[in-house]
């Protein structure tokens, strides 16, 4: 699987409309769910939970959770539902998921972590991969992140995913666990030196495809979250500079693109605006942006399914940025 670069797992935001609104900017980036808890899967509704189009595709699944045997289930059933990887979040910070055991807190519980990868490598034929933080608290020195991955490299993992920062469990907010903590790419850098065998991806303040670039001289591959969520059309920069692929759609054309998709949501129930709130950044430094995310926010909160108003909303959706000059 080519995991040059990726979209990262975001609670609230890679749900299934984003992603597929993503694929239609990108065909070349790998997707990831947002983080779905294994015990969720167990007992919930299975297919409102793991349901996708298959033209997501490729897409990861990451999972929550430090029970094995919950977890080597949930990585069957993901296999199940056509999911190309299986993911485990170790990387998550909130005191909400600290206090049902998964996440970061699990970096202080390695032989744990490994007792997990192990049945979970047991129970499915997808690559299983980690997506874990450099440290927490004050364990953020290298001596310890080397030997937590060679001990999940023990399990067989060929796979990581490192988001540069430490988590600072209880004392910080989700929100402030993405800013205060220092960025630290070197000790990054420094595992895919020392773990010549395993791929090495970095993740963390990437915000350009020219940043993409300059991390692809040090490792294997590069994960964006929020910059990606919030100025999505940097997408189109990462296939042209990085893919190679010069066929693009225009900002335009995408919402074109969407309509279809929009109407036989809406028909199903989907409300208007659980799909076209991740379109909110498209326009993003663009001519006119401002009055893309107003005709949104005024208009995309439609409640019943009739079609005729959703053509409508969505006929105003794809002339709004060409009115206002949007290039």
Known sequence: MNRKVSVAPMMDCTDRHERYFLRLISKNVLLYTEM??????????KKKLLSFNLNEKPVALQLGGSSPKLLSNASKIGEEFGYDEINLNLGCPSKKVQKNKFGACLIKEPNLVADCLNEMQSKTNLPVTVKTRIG??????????FNFINLLKSTGIKTFVIHARKAMLGKFTPKQNLNIPSLKYEM???????FKDLEIIINGGITSANDVKNH??????VMIGR??????YILADIEKEIFKNENILSREEIIKELVPYVKNETKKGTRLNQIMRHTLGLFHGQTGSSFWKRYLSENMCVRDADVKKIDHIMDKVKLAPQVRSVG
């Open 227 to 232: 910059s990606v969520y919030h100025s999505p």
């Open 36 to 45: 779905i808890v294994s015990e969720a899967i167990d007992r919930g509704d």
């Open 136 to 145: 927490y608290d004050d364990v953020d020195d290298y001596e310890s992140l």
């Open 188 to 194: 990054v850098y420094k595992l895919k030196q020392d």
């Open 216 to 221: 692809l001289n040090k490792v294997d591959g």
